[in-house]
């Protein structure tokens, strides 16, 4: 047997290796495109964010046919960040964080749904100073918002304030950013500042779970109305798997013991379709308060 020049053989041996690594493949990029990658603005405590995934999670397998993968994140900008640059399929954001994702991913991220309560959202200020009484009596005092990205826990009370004629900046003796709703109640009771903002669904669950001292802490002023959170996808998610995640959304009903956990989990009466329309009120509010660059 006359043996096979070296350029012929090391060419065929190459051409096997490249064939059987594209067959190895193939599994694999079938199974990602069978993942959704699932995140959320880290809100809440990384373990709270878990808890109130896992259901919601376990329904959205069952309706889209998929594995549905929760990808934690460090900070609001991560979550972006991921969106655009394909890491994750669909994220749970804020207002102003979707305008941040519209903006970063060239206009393509896409809002499916938010849920009733946040088309008419608020924000709650607390303190446990016996002094403040209002907005004026914020002068010279500490304060805290939550994360500098945050909807609820920064932009929208940061705008509604320069409303009230108060500048953070200014007017503060000091500002804080806690990074999240419950740690600003914690700064707030621990007598870290003696002021603090956060979104009214964490007040309100926090208040019910008995983890704030309301004979301390208490709510002192709200904001106006303003839309808020939804889930987002990247724009380039398969059309067909967008629809099933808003059917699957909107299908959901307090009613049915079957969803009862994940509503009240999510803090939601039901779910309805939203469009990026929505936030160009909070899109507004970033670039008057100088948010947004």
């Given at each position: 047997?006359t043996?096979?020049p070296?350029?012929?053989?090391a ?9 059987l690594a ?13 993942v959704?990658r699932v ?9 709270e964010?878990?808890r109130k995934?896992?259901p ?12 549905v993968s ?7 900008a ?9 890491k994750?399929?669909?994220a ?14 060239n206009g393509?991220?896409v809002?499916?749904?938010q849920r009733?309560?946040?088309a008419k959202?608020?924000?709650?200020f ?6 403040i009484?209002?907005f004026?009596?914020l002068?010279?005092?500490t ?12 932009l ?18 000091s500002?804080?950013?806690?990074g ?13 500042v ?7 669904s964490v ?34 998610l ?9 059917q699957?959304?909107?299908k ?6 079957a969803h009862?956990?994940i ?9 309805i ?13 970033a ?7």
């Amino acid at each position: 047997m006359t043996s096979m020049p070296y350029p012929r053989r090391a060419l065929l041996r190459a051409c096997v290796v490249s064939a059987l690594a594209g067959l190895a493949g193939l599994p694999l990029l079938a199974q990602a495109e069978d993942v959704l990658r699932v995140s959320a603005i880290p809100d809440e405590a990384p373990t709270e964010l878990q808890r109130k995934f896992a259901p919601l999670g376990a329904y959205l397998e069952a309706e889209t046919g998929m594995k549905v993968s929760f990808v934690p994140v460090t900070d609001y900008a991560a979550v972006v960040e991921a969106l655009a640059t394909r890491k994750i399929d669909m994220a749970w954001l804020g207002g102003f964080t979707f305008v941040q994702a519209r903006i970063r991913t060239n206009g393509t991220a896409v809002p499916l749904v938010q849920r009733a309560e946040d088309a008419k959202f608020i924000s709650r200020f607390i303190t446990a100073s016996d002094s403040i009484k209002g907005f004026a009596d914020l002068k010279g005092k500490t304060f805290a918002f939550g994360s500098p990205s945050s909807t609820s826990g920064h932009l929208m009370p940061r705008y509604f304030l320069g409303q009230e004629g108060i500048n953070p900046d200014k007017d503060f003796k000091s500002t804080a950013f806690s990074g999240a709703h419950d740690a600003t109640v914690a700064f707030v009771q621990a007598g870290k500042v003696d002021a603090g903002v956060l979104n009214a669904s964490v007040w309100d669950k926090l208040v019910e779970q008995k983890k704030v001292d309301t004979a301390k802490v208490r709510v002192f002023a709200t904001t106006p109305a303003y839309f808020d959170y939804n889930w987002t996808v990247r724009g380039d998610l398969d059309p067909k798997i967008q629809a099933k995640l808003t059917q699957a959304f909107l299908k959901l009903d307090p009613a049915n013991p079957a969803h009862k956990e994940i509503m009240a989990l999510q803090r939601a009466s039901k779910f309805i379709p939203t469009k990026a329309e929505n936030y160009k009120g909070i899109e507004t509010a970033a670039q008057a308060a100088g948010l947004l660059k």
